[in-house]
């Protein structure tokens, strides 16, 4: 069975840092893009960050760039985010997510991070 | 970028076809596949198509998707709507380094 299980969420105060991690099983996660996407409380979704299948290619949400860190593990199946300087408009359920064929876009079940004092 | 405008609600009685749109506002809808994903409250997002016009398996074919260069959009139909398909939905679609969501759509089913 896929899954991606999401873990590191939690409550930080302003200016701090949190490193998510997503646990990937069910299929070969070193042969697949990964992506970060977060939603707000009562708010939409957001595109976070994204990193290739070998890690070569990143790419940053606008919003993010300079303060969050995007890596993987290949050897154990494991996608990171790495995030500095939190601010309040941070706080937001934490999505990874995959694209696979046939299957469309797979999502984990998402971790909540709180930037407050 | 570009950004995706999806009605922010709309509403239809079980058993009609309900259609929700995705404006692309620059670029070529055409140009990069679009995905919906279907999202209930409390739960992670699902994808009910893919690549413009496919559905995942366990995906009911009432899900179609299709674009239309003519508006530069592309939409969401459900036809002979259930209860079940009441949720949000969302649209997205990428360029070269960015990928965009719409801002949602809520589907009432009453």
């Known amino acids: 069975e896929v899954q991606l299980v999401e873990s590191g969420g939690g409550l930080v105060q302003p200016g701090g840092s949190l490193r998510l991690s997503c646990a990937a099983s069910g299929f070969t996660f070193s042969s697949y893009e990964m992506n970060w996407v977060r939603q707000a409380p009562g708010k939409g979704l957001e595109w976070v960050s994204y990193?290739?299948?070998?890690?070569?290619?990143?790419y940053y949400a606008d919003s993010v760039k300079g303060r969050f860190t995007i890596s993987r593990d290949n050897a154990k199946n494991s996608l990171y985010l790495q995030m500095n300087s939190l601010r309040a408009e941070d706080t937001a359920v934490y999505y990874c997510?995959?694209?696979?064929?046939?299957?469309?876009?797979?999502w984990g079940q998402g971790t909540l991070v709180t930037v407050s004092s | 970028n570009f950004m995706l405008t999806q009605p922010h609600s709309v509403s239809e009685s079980p058993g009609k076809t309900v259609t929700i749109s995705c404006t692309r506002s620059?670029?070529?809808?055409?140009?990069?596949?679009v995905q919906w994903y279907q999202q209930r409250p409390g739960s992670s997002p699902t994808t009910v198509i893919y690549e413009d016009n496919q559905r995942p398996s366990g995906v009911p074919d009432r899900f179609s998707g299709s674009i239309d260069s003519s508006s530069n959009s592309a939409s969401l139909t459900i036809s002979g709507l259930k209860t079940e398909d009441e949720a949000d939905y969302y649209c997205q679609s990428y360029d070269s380094s960015n990928q965009v969501f719409g801002g949602g759509t809520k589907l009432t089913v009453l």
């Open positions: 990193i290739s299948s070998s890690g070569s290619t990143i």
């Open positions: 997510a995959t694209d696979l064929p046939v299957r469309g876009v797979i």
């Open positions: 620059s670029g070529s809808i055409a140009s990069n596949y």
